[in-house]
Nanobody, 122 residues
Framework: QVQLIESGGGLVQAGGSLRLSCEASGRTFSNYGVGWFRQAPGKEREFVAAISGSGGNTYSANSVTGRFTISRDNAKNTAYLQMNSLKPEDTAVYYC???????????????WGQGTQVTVSS
């Protein structure tokens, strides 16, 4: 089992920045890829970014490339999502998830956090 706890969400104006954290416990963190997903009201959960267990490989959705950066610190059992130049359409609940591989779809992830709300005002 891997337990994940997200933090760092909040209310920010358009153009602002936030950094989300995903702290893991339970198993060797570096063995797991981590993904960030988001879900806006009335919409399906969508992929945002993913990083391999070592941190050497990353992927991001086209909608956030150049604005969001995923990273991890395995010594701290924590993954991060740095979000810059935020837009109102980034408003959603953001979830982190863990998988034995790096993946971009929800069904490939076995463990999920409870989510953290990000609201971007115009």
């Amino acid at each position: 089992q891997v337990q994940l706890i997200e933090s760092g969400g909040g209310l920010v104006q358009a153009g602002g920045s936030l950094r989300l954290s995903c702290e893991a416990s339970g198993r060797t963190f570096s063995n797991y890829g981590v993904g960030w997903f988001r879900q806006a009201p009335g919409k399906e959960r969508e992929f945002v970014a993913a990083i391999s267990g070592s941190g050497g490989n990353t992927y991001s959705a086209n909608s956030v490339t150049g604005r969001f950066t995923i990273s991890r610190d395995n010594a701290k059992n924590t993954a991060y999502l740095q979000m810059n130049s935020l837009k109102p359409e980034d408003t959603a609940v953001y979830y982190c998830a863990a998988s034995i591989k790096i993946a971009t779809t929800t069904d490939e992830y076995d463990y999920w956090g409870q989510g953290t709300q990000v609201t971007v005002s115009s």
